[in-house]
Structure formats: structure tokens, C-alpha cells
């Protein structure tokens, strides 16, 4: 089995880290803090004290990272990923980016002889627990194939998309129909409540017929339950959210739900919202329909 690095033990990335030593591999972590460290050391995991140790101990290395930035960083950067690789060592990222910045550290990694994946994944934490996660992947074919092991450790539905920049494509999609699914749950329940109609019976009821979604699912209840701690925060999905606008705007393609829903999503956080889970939007509709 293949010796694994594992940088970004966040919401996503400790059960996913978790899954790995669960599966019997050897797994060295770092991570800012230091608490969720010491969580996986006591699984076993080796601990870094640095990127670049974690690539030098390590023959694939996996990142989940807030956002491109940080990734860029952690690869790029002083004592990052690519200064303690050898050629031969793989690469794979399961943040959320920009598409522009995954072709750039693929290119930046290739001219020394390290393969690299976008792989960013959709299932939030309970699918990151469960082992679950759908995960979307752009890069080469063959490092793909030497990945696939690794990869069904995390997640269930993994699909090669193409090449380098592909898999964060698919996540701005994947992040599009999210958010504007959450809307759509968020304002249909709030009609049903202040029609004097039990929402949680109009769950059940559009849940088995042609609404059925597994937001409508999740969402919808956590919804009803009052239950708003991610989860996936509003803080980090108002960045997905610019992500997808910017590459539209990339594209000159202009997507009118998804920044509608982004500026939702930026009204739930100017009221000091978002670090609550993005079903917490049903909140914004309630204050909106004279119901707070």
C-alpha cells in the first residue's frame, strides 16, 4: 500500500484522513492546529511538522484546503509540497478552487515529474464520514487509475471527468445546483409554514414525488428540526459561490440563479450568519416574510 500525506484536517479532511487509517495505510497529517493532529496521532498516523515533510515521507499526498490561496501555498510555497517531492510522487487536491489555479499547480508540478489530480468532493461531513463522498476528478488518466484505491477509501461515485481543471468544473456545477436547491427548499417550506400548513408534511409529500432530492432530504430537515451547525458554512459555500461567478465571467456566461443565491448567501452573513450550515438560508426567508 502506497505510504499517504494528508495536509488540511478541517470538517471534511479529519474523517477522510480517519477513513485512510481505518483502511490500514500508512498516513502522515499536518494541519495548522494542532488538536486535530494529535486526534489522528492517536489513531496512528505520523505527524508532520511541515508540507514539504509530508511530501517527503509520503508517496501520495492529498490536500482539502478552504480555498485556492491556500492550496497555492501549501504547494508552492516556502517548505510546501513541491519542495519536498521526487519525481514519481502523485498529487491529489480534494479542496474546492478555482479550475484556473488546480492547470496552474498541475503544470507547475509536472515539470518535475509529479502527477497531480483536482479532485474536489460533494457529500458534506457526513459523507466524508461515511466514506461516501462523490468525487470528481480532472488530470491525467494514468495517475487517475493509480489513485482509484485511495479514492474509494474516501468516496462511492468517482468519475474521471478529463483533464487537469475538469474536476473543479464539475464542483462549480456541483455548487450551483446545491445552492439554488437550497433556496428552492428554504422558500417552499417558508410558503407551507406561513400558510398555516405543516411543513414537515410537505417534506414527506414532495420528498416521493418529481422534487425528491437529497437536499430536500438532508437539508429540508435540518430545516425543520432548527439544526444549522455544518455541517457545510455559509462562509465556505460564498466562496464556492464566487468561484462559479468568476469563472462565468471567465466564460462570459452570465448565471443569474447562482449569483442571486450568492447574494442571499452574503445578506445571511452580513448578519453575522456564516458560520452556520447553508440550510440556515430558511432563517433569511422567515426574517423576509415578517415571521422571525
Do not use: W
Amino acid at each position: 500500500m502506497e505510504r499517504i500525506g494528508f495536509i488540511g484536517l478541517g470538517l471534511m479532511g479529519k474523517p477522510m484522513a480517519k477513513n485512510l487509517l481505518k483502511a490500514g495505510y500508512a498516513v502522515t497529517v499536518f494541519n495548522r492546529s494542532r488538536a486535530a493532529m494529535d486526534q489522528l496521532a492517536d489513531m496512528g498516523a505520523q505527524v508532520a511538522n511541515l508540507p514539504s515533510q509530508v511530501a517527503q515521507q509520503s508517496d501520495v499526498v492529498l490536500t482539502c484546503l478552504p480555498d485556492s490561496p491556500d492550496v497555492e501555498a501549501v504547494v508552492l510555497g516556502e517548505n510546501g509540497i513541491l519542495s519536498g517531492s521526487r519525481p514519481g510522487m502523485l498529487y491529489v487536491d480534494h479542496s474546492t478552487i478555482a479550475p484556473a489555479t488546480s492547470r496552474k499547480l498541475y503544470d507547475a508540478l509536472k515539470l518535475s515529474d509529479v502527477d497531480a489530480l483536482d479532485a474536489p468532493v460533494s457529500g458534506g461531513d457526513i459523507g466524508a464520514q461515511q466514506g461516501t463522498l462523490s468525487i470528481m476528478v480532472g488530470g491525467d488518466e494514468v495517475a487517475f487509475e493509480r489513485s482509484l484505491p485511495i479514492l474509494q477509501t474516501l468516496g462511492k461515485n468517482i468519475i474521471h471527468i478529463g483533464d487537469a481543471g475538469a474536476g473543479q468544473v464539475t464542483k462549480a456545477c456541483n455548487q450551483i445546483v446545491v445552492a439554488m436547491t437550497v433556496q428552492a427548499v428554504a422558500e417552499a417550506l417558508t410558503l407551507a409554514k406561513k400558510s398555516g400548513v405543516d411543513p414537515v408534511k410537505v417534506r414527506d409529500a414532495l420528498l416521493g414525488g418529481f422534487a425528491q432530492s437529497r437536499v430536500l432530504e438532508v437539508h429540508g430537515q435540518r430545516m425543520i428540526d432548527r439544526v444549522f451547525q455544518p455541517g457545510f458554512k455559509l462562509n465556505l459555500h460564498r466562496k464556492d459561490m464566487n468561484i462559479v461567478l468568476q469563472t462565468g465571467k471567465e466564460l462570459n456566461l452570465p448565471l443569474l440563479g447562482a449569483a442571486q443565491v450568492t447574494e442571499l448567501i452574503n445578506a445571511m452573513i452580513a448578519q453575522g450568519k456564516g458560520e452556520l450550515d447553508n440550510s440556515a438560508l430558511i432563517t433569511l426567508y422567515e426574517i423576509l416574510g415578517g415571521m422571525d
